[in-house]
Structure formats: structure tokens, C-alpha cells
């Protein structure tokens, strides 16, 4: 069955430093998502993506965040300047027309 | 604003002993409710999906059902392997429509 795979599992980072978590979403699918999950707290939506630009996005994908689908198979998520509280579980997801997503199994960040 | 709430939070069966979980919603126009499964430290994996109330899906054990408020979903005769997070999420009917608003979970534990 496709998966989503994400690169790395973990990352630990500097607070201040950038970071790229990457995602190859399932081939023939249109629709890519960034989700995060602070440790005991909801899934939430960061952001989505669609022929090539941003279709929605949430009040916490402000300027420090941003995506990129460098070609035609990849699709990565940037944090600028991290900070602690940007520590948490990220997420890719993939769909076709309907967004229920397909999940990766996440990259965990921790930002000491 | 838009809501999802799921209760009990956590949820402790014998193997058989069937019960509900519930997912209650307010949102702007509903396009979609989803159900998920997440396993410790994995990404939420996909159960069903419900558009309109009186409409049903069945899995397996696991059965899901909407109405104009809430959704339930029903497990019948759990076993051990059912232990996990289930996670309701709704998108909204708005332009994009491409976010899943999801709930905090109810976390199961099935003992045989």
C-alpha cells in the first residue's frame, strides 16, 4: 500500500536555528499538508498545498514557516528561527480530491 | 468558533464488552467528518468518512455513524488490538476547505 514518508524520524535542533523536515507524499496524489501534535495536545493544521502554491493555512504558519515542492517528488516544511515551543511532532499528509489524508508516521523536533 | 470535542478522553473495556465513543461539533458548514486511528508515536491513520446526517460505515469491529451535532463511533466485541487514539476531525465548507479541524481523541484500552 503508498505511504507518505518522512525524513528525519527525530531532529534536534538549536533554538534560533532552521530547520527543513522533509515529506514524499504518494505519487499520484494532489493535495500536501504540513499538521503538527504537541505532546498531549491536538493535531492541528498548519497548512496546504495545491498545483504549486499555499490553498490554506492556519494562524500558526506565520513568516517563521514555510513550504517548498522542490520537485516533483519531495515537499518539505521550513522553520526559520526555531523556539522551543515550535517542539512537537510534524506531520505530512497527502490526498487526492477528498483532504482526509494519507499520514506519514511524523518527524519528531525538539528545539533545546 | 469552530469545535470538536470527543469525550470520554480515555476509555477502558474487557475484550467483548462493546461501547461508543463521541465526537461532538461546531462548525461553519460541515463538508466532512473523519474518524482516525493513531497508534503511540505514529501518524493518524485513516478509519472512515461521513458527509450527511443518517449516513453509516462499517470496519470490521468499528462502525461510525452522523448526525446534524455529533458523530459516534461504535466498537462491537473490541479486542486487544483496537487499543489506541481515536481521533474525529471535521473540514469545513468554506473556500479552501482543505483543513481538518481535529479533536484531542479518546484513548482505548482493550484488556482481554
Known amino acids: 500500500e503508498p505511504e507518505v514518508t518522512q525524513t528525519p524520524s527525530h531532529q534536534v535542533t538549536q533554538m534560533g536555528q532552521e530547520v527543513i523536515l522533509r515529506c514524499v507524499p504518494i505519487s499520484n496524489h494532489l493535495y500536501f499538508y504540513w499538521y503538527r501534535q504537541i505532546l498531549g495536545q491536538k493535531v492541528e493544521f498548519l497548512v496546504s498545498f495545491y498545483n504549486n502554491e499555499i490553498s490554506e493555512k492556519s494562524e500558526i504558519f506565520d513568516d517563521q514557516f514555510s513550504v517548498e515542492r522542490p520537485d516533483g517528488s519531495n515537499f518539505t516544511l521550513k522553520i526559520r528561527s526555531t523556539k522551543l515551543e515550535d517542539s512537537a511532532m510534524y506531520f505530512c499528509?497527502?490526498?487526492?480530491?477528498?483532504?482526509?489524508?494519507?499520514f506519514g508516521s511524523g518527524t519528531r523536533l525538539t528545539v533545546v | 468558533e469552530d469545535q470538536v470535542t470527543q469525550s470520554p478522553e480515555a476509555l477502558r473495556l474487557q475484550e467483548g464488552e462493546s461501547s461508543s465513543l463521541n465526537c461532538s461539533y461546531t462548525v461553519s458548514g460541515l463538508r466532512g467528518l473523519f474518524w482516525y486511528r493513531q497508534d503511540p508515536g505514529k501518524g493518524p491513520e485513516f478509519l472512515f468518512t461521513?458527509?450527511?446526517a443518517g449516513e453509516e460505515k462499517e470496519k470490521e469491529r468499528l462502525k461510525a455513524t452522523l448526525t446534524k451535532k455529533e458523530s459516534f463511533l461504535h466498537i462491537t466485541a473490541p479486542k486487544p488490538e483496537d487499543s489506541a487514539t481515536y481521533l474525529c476531525?471535521?473540514?469545513?465548507?468554506?473556500?479552501?476547505?482543505?483543513?481538518?479541524?481535529f479533536g484531542k481523541g479518546t484513548t482505548l484500552s482493550v484488556s482481554s
Open positions: 476531525a471535521v473540514i469545513r465548507a468554506n473556500q479552501a476547505g482543505t483543513a481538518l479541524i
Open positions: 499528509a497527502s490526498s487526492e480530491l477528498i483532504p482526509k489524508g494519507t
Open positions: 461521513l458527509y450527511s
